[in-house]
């Protein structure tokens, strides 16, 4: 039997990892990470938008492994802050801040905003890159309100202030397996599956 090529799922976060061991479970590919393949550098999230900077992170780290690298660019979008954070999501509120500031942060900015105009959305952004320069993309969405205050301690980031109404549920309430069905997260990856299918067939 041919070995399994390997995909390099390039990020540092080790909230997302977990996901993507899950949501890539039963792909044409043996996953690896950054940490295994002792890669250090990171990648400038310079990019206007999640897209482009998926495509930075994805193709420069193709670039370093040698290995089709997937990447994501996510972020959180509040209306009531004109779209912020967006792409700004991980330097909101300042460098080196825990995820509990950040959230502080966000809920001191909405404070005394009602209910009904705290509605927002996750974004995720996956770039999926060759070591020869060929990059595709996808993105899903994942629709919600911040919440008055924070609640439940599973996943990462903003998860604690995300309120998901269908659920009646934080995102941070739900286990892995429930996030992985619903999330941002899944559904781009649920694209993403498709791509790095046609490029394990092209590659036969
Ligand atoms: P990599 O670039 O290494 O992948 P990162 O933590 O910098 O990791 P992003 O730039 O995509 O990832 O994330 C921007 C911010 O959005 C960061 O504060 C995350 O904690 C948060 N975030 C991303 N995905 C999330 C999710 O599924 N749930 C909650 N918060 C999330």
Same mark, same amino acid.
């Given at each position: ?30 996953? $690896?990470? *950054?940490? &295994?393949?002792?890669?250090? /550098?990171? +990648?400038? !999230?310079?990019?206007?938008? #999640? ?78 890159? $060759?070591? *020869?320069? &060929?990059?595709?993309?996808? /993105?899903? +969405?994942? !629709?919600?309100?911040?919440? #008055? ?56």
């Amino acid at each position: 039997m041919n070995r399994l090529a390997k995909l390099l799922v390039a990020t540092n976060n080790r909230g997302k990892l977990r996901e993507y061991a899950g949501l890539l479970s039963g792909i044409p590919f043996e996953l $690896t990470t *950054l940490a &295994e393949q002792g890669i250090t /550098e990171e +990648v400038e !999230e310079t990019g206007a938008s #999640l897209e482009q900077n998926a495509i930075r992170k994805a193709t420069a780290y193709a670039g370093r492994s040698g290995f089709i690298t997937m990447a994501d660019d996510s972020g959180l979008e509040v209306d009531a802050l004109g779209g912020e954070p967006g792409p700004l999501s991980r330097r909101y509120a300042g460098d080196n801040v825990s995820d509990k500031q950040r959230n502080d942060y966000l809920l001191a900015k909405l404070k005394g905003v009602p209910w009904e105009k705290r509605r927002a959305r996750f974004r995720c952004a996956i770039a999926v890159a $060759t070591p *020869l320069g &060929e990059v595709k993309t996808c /993105e899903g +969405v994942c !629709e919600g309100i911040i919440a #008055l205050d924070a609640k439940g301690t599973g996943g990462f980031g903003y998860d604690p202030i995300f309120y998901l109404p269908e659920l009646d549920k934080h995102m941070a309430e739900l286990t892995l397996e429930e996030k992985n069905r619903i999330s941002h997260r899944a559904r781009a990856a649920k694209k993403a599956r498709r791509i790095l299918e046609r490029l394990s067939r092209a590659a036969e």
